[in-house]
């Protein structure tokens, strides 16, 4: 054996150098599956969405520069903070932001209609978790428009959100209003994750738009189309609770509208939950909608039919309606529509995996404040 003053040996660096790159670089794994599971997701995120400084090698070069200079601004009502009001911190940020701002908003209600236009990029929303703000306003379509309606709209990329109630408390429609439905939250930047949040409303609640959007830990709640848009998003973990009564309630309305479109809404271990029994998991608003639920559990909120094609037979040919061990007593596939698809472990993969919104290039975990 040699002694302590010996040459190490090829193997002895090989093992070192290892060890070495293990501590210091990181590739996040864009192939690994979400486990089955539900007790190994945690682990799961923690190994393939590691921390900003173990990760550099993998990210946009433009999230790198933008993590490597943050800045942290507070948003506090009684005047503690920098700013009283959140759209005030926006508008200290110079268009063509290329640092991560984080607009840390204390406990309260707050009564603003946001934009965060596309030049401003980076931004971060983030409250306490145990005492997370909400951001509200009463807003409807028939005010602003459908897109226009939401309390906060995010035009620009790689924006976060962690602990942030977004609400629309405009009253909920009655079938006899025209224009009543409003928005919480509409994400049209790509590249965004949104952390233990909730989005409140009615019709309309969440327009995931466009872009690649990560959801882990969140609350959406609704009654009709509560999910729509052409986003590539996955929910994880995230529960779905239908506000139902008589009438009947739609979760997704998922707007892919061509067979080459690279869109879709992939949910993964989530919970379909709320009041009424007619619920539809997904319509088909647009011709070619992609929607998977997989390991998700459903009451009986869902109708056994749970797929509707919009009053279109003709997107039954090309609507992708699908779900992979799915439990509970909405989950039954006895009287699922016809259209609708059970997927095999090798149909199903590429939705289970960071790979389907490219996440390796800049998903990050939530900031630590």
């Known amino acids: ?28 794994d864009d192939t690994t599956p979400i486990p089955a599971d539900a007790s190994a997701v945690r682990g799961w995120f923690s190994a393939n969405v590691q921390a900003f400084r173990t990760r550099k090698a993998t990210l946009d070069p433009e999230v790198v520069a933008a993590e490597a200079n943050r800045q942290v601004i507070t948003v506090r009502q009684d005047g503690t903070g920098n700013f009283k009001k959140i759209n005030d911190a926006i508008k200290s ?30 931004i971060t929303f983030y409250g306490s978790p145990n005492a997370m703000p909400t951001i509200t306003q009463s807003c409807t379509a028939l005010q602003y428009g459908t897109l226009d309606s939401a309390t906060v709209i995010v035009e620009s990329d790689y924006f976060v959100a962690a602990n942030i109630i977004f609400k629309n408390s405009a009253p909920r429609p009655d079938n006899i209003r025209k224009g009543a439905q409003g928005l919480a939250l509409r994400i049209s930047g790509t590249k965004a994750a949104f952390y ?29 189309d509560f999910i729509f848009g052409r986003g590539k998003s ?82 039954r040919q090309t609507v992708y309606f699908a779900e992979y061990k799915c439990y509970g007593a909405g989950a039954n ?36 404040l």
Request: aromatic share 10%.
């Open 196 to 224: 233990k949040c909730k989005m409140l409303g009615f019709q309309d609640t969440l327009c995931d738009d466009k872009g690649v959007h990560f959801f882990r830990d969140c609350y959406i709640e609704g009654t009709v």
């Open 1 to 28: 054996m040699s002694g302590k003053g010996s040459t190490p040996t090829a193997i002895h660096l090989a093992i070192l150098l290892a060890i070495f790159l293990a501590g210091h670089v990181v590739v996040s």
């Open 333 to 368: 596939m006895v009287g699922r529509a016809k259209y609708s698809k059970k997927l095999t472990n090798a149909q199903v993969r590429p939705y289970l995996t960071l790979g389907y919104i490219h996440g390796s290039k800049w998903l990050l975990p939530p900031p630590r």
């Open 93 to 122: 940020i110079p268009s063509g932001n290329t640092r991560r701002v984080i607009i840390w908003i204390g406990a309260g209600e707050y009564r603003e209609k946001i934009t965060i236009e596309r030049t401003k990029p980076f």
């Open 234 to 315: 996955i929910y994880l973990n995230t529960q779905l609770h239908v506000l139902g009564d008589k009438d009947v309630s739609v979760i997704t309305a998922q707007a892919r509208d061509s067979a080459t479109e690279d869109v879709g809404y992939s949910f993964v271990h989530c919970h379909v939950t709320g009041t009424g029994k007619r619920t539809y998991l997904g319509r088909a608003w647009m011709p070619y909608p992609r929607v998977v639920f997989a390991y998700t559990s459903m009451t009986d909120v869902v109708l056994p039919v749970a797929w509707d094609e919009n009053s279109n037979p003709q997107r």
